[in-house]
Protein backbone atom coordinates (compact mmCIF):
# COMPACT_ATOMS: atom_id res chain seq x y z
CA UNK A 1 0.00 0.00 0.00
CA UNK A 2 1.32 3.21 -0.88
CA UNK A 3 1.62 6.05 1.05
CA UNK A 4 2.79 9.40 0.74
CA UNK A 5 3.56 11.58 4.14
CA UNK A 6 4.19 15.35 3.81
CA UNK A 7 6.37 17.34 6.76
CA UNK A 8 4.32 19.92 8.87
CA UNK A 9 2.58 22.98 8.73
CA UNK A 10 4.61 26.12 7.57
CA UNK A 11 4.49 30.26 8.61
CA UNK A 12 6.84 32.57 6.33
CA UNK A 13 7.50 35.54 6.04
CA UNK A 14 7.14 37.14 2.16
CA UNK A 15 10.06 37.14 0.10
CA UNK A 16 11.49 34.06 1.39
CA UNK A 17 11.55 30.47 0.64
CA UNK A 18 9.75 26.96 2.03
CA UNK A 19 10.43 23.28 1.28
CA UNK A 20 8.03 20.68 2.05
CA UNK A 21 9.13 17.14 2.24
CA UNK A 22 6.74 13.91 0.63
CA UNK A 23 8.09 10.57 2.03
CA UNK A 24 6.61 7.49 -0.17
CA UNK A 25 6.26 4.01 1.23
CA UNK A 26 4.89 1.11 0.37
CA UNK A 27 6.67 0.44 -3.11
CA UNK A 28 9.26 1.36 -5.58
CA UNK A 29 9.71 4.88 -5.55
CA UNK A 30 12.10 6.01 -8.43
CA UNK A 31 10.40 4.70 -11.18
CA UNK A 32 7.02 6.69 -10.31
CA UNK A 33 6.79 10.66 -10.84
CA UNK A 34 5.96 12.57 -7.29
CA UNK A 35 3.29 15.37 -8.71
CA UNK A 36 2.74 18.62 -6.46
CA UNK A 37 -0.32 20.28 -6.72
CA UNK A 38 -1.84 23.64 -4.37
CA UNK A 39 -4.87 24.53 -3.26
CA UNK A 40 -5.75 27.87 -2.10
CA UNK A 41 -8.60 28.52 0.53
CA UNK A 42 -11.98 28.34 -1.12
CA UNK A 43 -9.97 27.82 -4.54
CA UNK A 44 -9.11 24.72 -7.11
CA UNK A 45 -6.29 22.70 -7.45
CA UNK A 46 -3.05 23.80 -9.20
CA UNK A 47 -0.74 21.13 -10.79
CA UNK A 48 2.90 23.11 -9.95
CA UNK A 49 5.07 19.94 -11.28
CA UNK A 50 6.46 17.10 -11.57
CA UNK A 51 10.28 14.92 -11.09
CA UNK A 52 10.53 11.22 -12.19
CA UNK A 53 13.50 10.16 -9.93
CA UNK A 54 14.97 7.24 -12.43
CA UNK A 55 15.23 9.51 -15.21
CA UNK A 56 16.27 12.84 -13.36
CA UNK A 57 13.48 14.94 -15.25
CA UNK A 58 11.80 17.84 -13.50
CA UNK A 59 8.66 19.51 -14.97
CA UNK A 60 7.42 22.71 -13.99
CA UNK A 61 4.53 24.76 -14.88
CA UNK A 62 5.28 27.98 -16.77
CA UNK A 63 3.87 29.77 -14.17
CA UNK A 64 6.41 28.91 -11.51
CA UNK A 65 9.09 28.58 -13.40
CA UNK A 66 12.22 30.20 -11.99
CA UNK A 67 10.95 29.94 -8.53
CA UNK A 68 9.89 26.29 -7.83
CA UNK A 69 12.65 23.58 -7.38
CA UNK A 70 11.48 19.93 -6.85
CA UNK A 71 13.89 17.90 -5.91
CA UNK A 72 13.64 13.59 -4.94
CA UNK A 73 16.15 11.38 -2.77
CA UNK A 74 16.00 7.83 -3.57
CA UNK A 75 18.23 6.46 -0.65
CA UNK A 76 15.33 8.42 1.65
CA UNK A 77 12.59 8.12 -0.89
CA UNK A 78 11.50 11.56 -0.20
CA UNK A 79 10.61 14.30 -2.72
CA UNK A 80 10.91 18.02 -1.65
CA UNK A 81 8.96 21.53 -3.35
CA UNK A 82 11.06 24.53 -2.58
CA UNK A 83 8.56 27.37 -3.77
CA UNK A 84 10.72 30.89 -3.13
CA UNK A 85 10.16 34.60 -2.99
CA UNK A 86 7.18 33.57 -1.77
CA UNK A 87 4.06 36.14 -1.65
CA UNK A 88 0.77 36.51 0.41
CA UNK A 89 -1.13 34.62 -2.28
CA UNK A 90 1.03 31.85 -2.05
CA UNK A 91 -0.47 30.39 1.05
CA UNK A 92 -2.58 27.49 0.33
CA UNK A 93 -2.32 23.58 1.06
CA UNK A 94 0.30 22.29 -1.07
CA UNK A 95 -0.39 18.32 -1.52
CA UNK A 96 2.31 15.51 -3.25
CA UNK A 97 0.66 13.23 -5.52
CA UNK A 98 1.64 9.44 -7.03
CA UNK A 99 -0.26 7.80 -10.17
CA UNK A 100 0.39 3.92 -10.82
CA UNK A 101 2.15 4.53 -14.24
CA UNK A 102 5.79 4.23 -14.31
CA UNK A 103 8.20 6.54 -15.82
CA UNK A 104 5.23 9.28 -16.70
CA UNK A 105 4.27 12.67 -15.09
CA UNK A 106 1.08 13.27 -17.30
CA UNK A 107 -1.29 10.66 -15.03
CA UNK A 108 -4.04 10.55 -13.01
CA UNK A 109 -3.24 10.79 -9.12
CA UNK A 110 -4.29 7.41 -7.20
CA UNK A 111 -2.40 8.38 -4.08
CA UNK A 112 -2.30 11.81 -2.14
CA UNK A 113 -0.21 12.97 0.70
CA UNK A 114 -2.27 14.75 3.39
CA UNK A 115 -1.15 18.00 2.80
CA UNK A 116 1.16 21.07 3.80
CA UNK A 117 -0.52 24.08 4.78
CA UNK A 118 1.95 27.23 4.04
CA UNK A 119 0.66 30.45 5.40
CA UNK A 120 2.50 33.58 3.90
CA UNK A 121 2.16 36.62 6.30
CA UNK A 122 4.08 39.23 7.55
CA UNK B 1 -2.93 25.66 -21.65
CA UNK B 2 -6.51 23.70 -21.70
CA UNK B 3 -9.00 25.42 -19.11
CA UNK B 4 -11.23 23.32 -17.73
CA UNK B 5 -14.94 24.38 -16.77
CA UNK B 6 -17.23 22.38 -14.57
CA UNK B 7 -21.29 23.34 -13.66
CA UNK B 8 -22.98 23.79 -12.30
CA UNK B 9 -20.88 25.82 -9.06
CA UNK B 10 -23.13 23.87 -6.20
CA UNK B 11 -25.44 20.74 -6.79
CA UNK B 12 -28.26 20.18 -4.60
CA UNK B 13 -29.74 16.94 -4.59
CA UNK B 14 -32.06 14.58 -2.37
CA UNK B 15 -30.61 11.24 -1.14
CA UNK B 16 -31.49 8.49 -3.38
CA UNK B 17 -31.33 11.11 -6.51
CA UNK B 18 -29.14 11.44 -9.77
CA UNK B 19 -26.11 13.92 -9.73
CA UNK B 20 -25.16 14.34 -13.00
CA UNK B 21 -21.63 16.75 -13.13
CA UNK B 22 -19.95 18.76 -15.95
CA UNK B 23 -16.83 19.35 -17.16
CA UNK B 24 -16.37 21.50 -20.43
CA UNK B 25 -12.75 22.04 -22.01
CA UNK B 26 -11.22 24.79 -23.86
CA UNK B 27 -9.89 22.74 -26.56
CA UNK B 28 -10.17 18.64 -27.14
CA UNK B 29 -7.75 15.94 -26.36
CA UNK B 30 -7.79 12.66 -25.52
CA UNK B 31 -9.93 10.68 -22.88
CA UNK B 32 -7.03 11.59 -20.22
CA UNK B 33 -9.58 12.75 -17.90
CA UNK B 34 -9.92 12.54 -14.12
CA UNK B 35 -12.33 13.21 -11.77
CA UNK B 36 -11.23 13.74 -7.96
CA UNK B 37 -13.83 13.48 -4.91
CA UNK B 38 -12.57 16.04 -2.13
CA UNK B 39 -14.17 16.04 1.25
CA UNK B 40 -13.57 19.09 3.75
CA UNK B 41 -10.21 19.17 5.49
CA UNK B 42 -9.10 15.90 3.53
CA UNK B 43 -6.91 15.49 0.41
CA UNK B 44 -8.42 14.63 -2.89
CA UNK B 45 -9.38 11.24 -3.89
CA UNK B 46 -9.75 9.73 -7.75
CA UNK B 47 -12.66 8.59 -8.27
CA UNK B 48 -12.31 7.84 -12.39
CA UNK B 49 -9.70 7.71 -14.61
CA UNK B 50 -9.42 7.05 -18.35
CA UNK B 51 -12.81 9.39 -18.53
CA UNK B 52 -15.09 6.29 -17.35
CA UNK B 53 -12.58 3.82 -15.63
CA UNK B 54 -13.91 3.46 -11.62
CA UNK B 55 -10.81 3.73 -9.71
CA UNK B 56 -9.95 0.73 -6.67
CA UNK B 57 -13.12 0.94 -4.35
CA UNK B 58 -15.34 3.13 -5.67
CA UNK B 59 -18.94 1.77 -5.77
CA UNK B 60 -20.40 1.74 -8.83
CA UNK B 61 -23.25 4.26 -8.39
CA UNK B 62 -19.97 6.68 -9.83
CA UNK B 63 -20.05 6.50 -13.39
CA UNK B 64 -17.81 8.92 -16.10
CA UNK B 65 -18.33 9.53 -19.86
CA UNK B 66 -17.48 12.12 -22.68
CA UNK B 67 -14.75 12.47 -25.07
CA UNK B 68 -13.73 15.73 -26.57
CA UNK B 69 -14.22 18.38 -24.80
CA UNK B 70 -17.49 17.21 -23.15
CA UNK B 71 -16.95 15.14 -20.20
CA UNK B 72 -19.89 13.70 -17.19
CA UNK B 73 -19.50 12.46 -14.07
CA UNK B 74 -22.64 10.99 -12.71
CA UNK B 75 -23.55 10.08 -9.84
CA UNK B 76 -26.60 7.20 -10.27
CA UNK B 77 -28.35 7.35 -6.54
CA UNK B 78 -26.44 10.31 -4.39
CA UNK B 79 -25.94 9.00 -0.41
CA UNK B 80 -25.19 11.39 2.33
CA UNK B 81 -21.72 10.05 2.00
CA UNK B 82 -20.91 11.55 -1.61
CA UNK B 83 -21.52 15.24 -0.24
CA UNK B 84 -18.16 16.53 -1.33
CA UNK B 85 -16.44 18.75 -3.95
CA UNK B 86 -15.62 17.09 -7.21
CA UNK B 87 -12.98 18.20 -9.39
CA UNK B 88 -12.03 17.58 -13.28
CA UNK B 89 -8.43 16.69 -14.25
CA UNK B 90 -6.95 16.47 -17.87
CA UNK B 91 -3.60 14.52 -18.16
CA UNK B 92 -3.40 14.92 -21.90
CA UNK B 93 -1.65 18.18 -22.52
CA UNK B 94 1.46 19.73 -19.83
CA UNK B 95 0.17 22.20 -17.88
CA UNK B 96 -2.16 19.19 -16.62
CA UNK B 97 -4.73 21.50 -15.31
CA UNK B 98 -8.12 21.07 -12.89
CA UNK B 99 -11.61 22.33 -13.05
CA UNK B 100 -12.60 24.77 -10.50
CA UNK B 101 -15.12 21.78 -8.88
CA UNK B 102 -18.32 21.35 -8.34
CA UNK B 103 -19.77 20.84 -4.98
CA UNK B 104 -22.34 18.40 -4.01
CA UNK B 105 -24.72 18.96 -1.34
CA UNK B 106 -27.57 17.11 0.34
CA UNK B 107 -31.23 18.64 0.41
Known amino acids: QVQLVQSGAEVKKPGSSVKVSCEAS????????ITWVRQAPGQGLEWMGA????????YYAQKFQGRVTITADDITNTAYMELGSLRSEDSAVYYC???????????????WGQGTQVTVSS | DIVLTQSPGTLSVSPGERATLSCRAS??????LAWYQQKPGQAPRLVIY???SRATGIPDRFSGSGSGTDFTLTISRVEPEDVALYFC?????????FGGGTKVEIK
Open chain 1, 26 to 33: GGSFSRYA
Open chain 2, 50 to 52: GAS
Open chain 2, 27 to 32: QSFTSY
Open chain 2, 89 to 97: QQYGTSPLT
Open chain 1, 51 to 58: IIPVFGRV
Open chain 1, 97 to 111: ARGDDPGDYAINYDY
